[in-house]
């Protein structure tokens, strides 16, 4: 399990035109190889008089699927430079398609290559990226002397505070990055003299978007 990852939320679309040629991005989240050629699919028949749907898309923690066609344009110009575009991003799960409708005048090799990366880049800049941190939910409790120290401690840390329950004591659930367990809970011990209780809950993946924090159950 990777403790984070940068992965597509929202994909969306943009186009760039070169010398008349217009390439339109398409930009997608994807979790299987069937999703990927069912989006592909779709974007045949979205832009089905179009010159070129070439596609590159990636799968796995360890970009263990990676697969990218050039539908049609030379070897090795389309295809492969988009999909250089995601591995050098450190994009998962995520596809692009890339249409092209001609506009009269050949590219040439290196052209098309800074063509289909252009676009490729262009489509992510327009979507939502979001890096997915592992963790795991800490239940805190404490009494009313020691919630002004733990509230310092998430503070410092810039720990996500899930929930807080006010009754006669203060029951905190805080969301914490898989690799500071330990010291979370080393810090809050020591700083509540003992006091506080400490229970571990779900593990999950979370992520901020537009300042929302996110829990994925993957």
């Known amino acids: 399990?990777?403790?984070?990852?940068?992965?597509?939320?929202?994909?969306?679309?943009?186009?760039?035109?070169?010398?008349?040629?217009?390439?339109?991005?398409?930009?997608?989240?994807?979790?299987?190889?069937?999703?990927?050629?069912?989006?592909?699919?779709?974007?045949?028949?979205?832009?089905?008089?179009?010159?070129?749907?070439?596609?590159?898309?990636?799968?796995?923690e360890r970009f263990q699927v990676q697969r990218c066609s050039d539908d049609g344009e030379p070897g090795g110009t389309a295809g492969k430079p988009m999909l250089d575009v995601l591995l050098g991003e450190e994009i998962?799960?995520?596809?692009?398609?890339?249409?092209?409708?001609?506009?009269?005048?050949?590219?040439?090799?290196?052209?098309?290559?800074?063509?289909?990366?252009?676009?490729?880049?262009?489509?992510?800049?327009?979507?939502?990226v979001i890096e997915k941190n592992w963790g795991r939910k800490l239940k805190i409790g404490t009494d009313y002397t020691g919630l002004g120290k733990i509230q310092y401690i998430l503070g410092q840390r810039k720990l996500s505070v899930l929930d807080t329950v006010y009754t006669d004591k203060v029951d905190i659930?805080?969301?914490?990055?898989?690799?500071?367990?330990?010291?979370?809970?080393?810090?809050?011990?020591?700083?509540?003299?003992?006091?506080?209780?400490?229970?571990?809950?779900?593990e999950c993946y979370f992520a901020e978007v537009d300042k929302e924090m996110i829990l994925f159950s993957e």
């Open 1 to 60: 399990m990777l403790e984070k990852y940068r992965t597509v939320y929202m994909g969306r679309e943009a186009e760039i035109i070169e010398k008349k040629s217009r390439f339109i991005a398409t930009v997608r989240p994807i979790k299987s190889e069937d999703e990927a050629i069912a989006f592909i699919e779709s974007m045949r028949k979205k832009y089905w008089d179009a010159t070129h749907n070439c596609f590159a898309y990636v799968i796995g």
């Open 92 to 128: 998962h799960d995520t596809i692009v398609v890339v249409t092209r409708y001609f506009g009269g005048t050949l590219l040439g090799t290196g052209g098309l290559v800074r063509a289909y990366q252009g676009a490729a880049k262009a489509g992510l800049h327009a979507s939502t």
């Open 173 to 202: 659930e805080v969301l914490i990055p898989i690799d500071q367990i330990g010291s979370v809970k080393a810090e809050i011990i020591e700083g509540t003299n003992g006091q506080a209780r400490i229970e571990e809950g779900e």
